[in-house]
């Protein structure tokens, strides 16, 4: 194994539990989940589709609870999805790692 691929070996190997941890994964997929919902607001409301905007504020008062109810389905799922992900490739990058020393030393 080159350096680079033992030194994230041993980081993986110490932190794998921690980076598990559902506050830690709030901090990797929030700034995604938050900047989608932003931009879908801000393009909601900027008034570009007027039919749209009038439907949204004139006909319908409920509409807005739905909105901000779909926008934290979208940032939940989203932090969720995008968090998970990235541990599992981690992981599955330290095991293939793993099994790559363990050919090459069969003392492992």
């Known amino acids: 194994m080159s350096p680079e691929e033992q030194n994230f070996v041993n980081y993986w190997a110490a932190n794998r539990e921690r980076k598990k941890s ?3 994964q709030l901090y990797v997929g929030l ?12 393009n909601l409301f900027s008034g570009w ?7 949204m504020f004139r006909e319908s008062g409920s509409l807005i609870g739905v909105l901000v109810l779909a926008a934290v389905a979208i940032i939940s799922f989203l932090v ?3 968090a998970r992900h990235r541990w599992d490739l981690q ?10 020393s363990s050919k090459k030393d069969p003392s492992l």
């Open 22 to 24: 559902w506050v830690r």
């Open 91 to 100: 992981e599955q990058r330290y095991r293939e790692l793993l099994h790559k």
């Open 80 to 82: 969720i999805f995008s």
């Open 49 to 55: 589709y007027g039919r749209a905007h009038m439907v």
């Open 31 to 42: 700034p995604l989940a938050l900047v989608l919902v932003m931009g879908i607001f801000a």
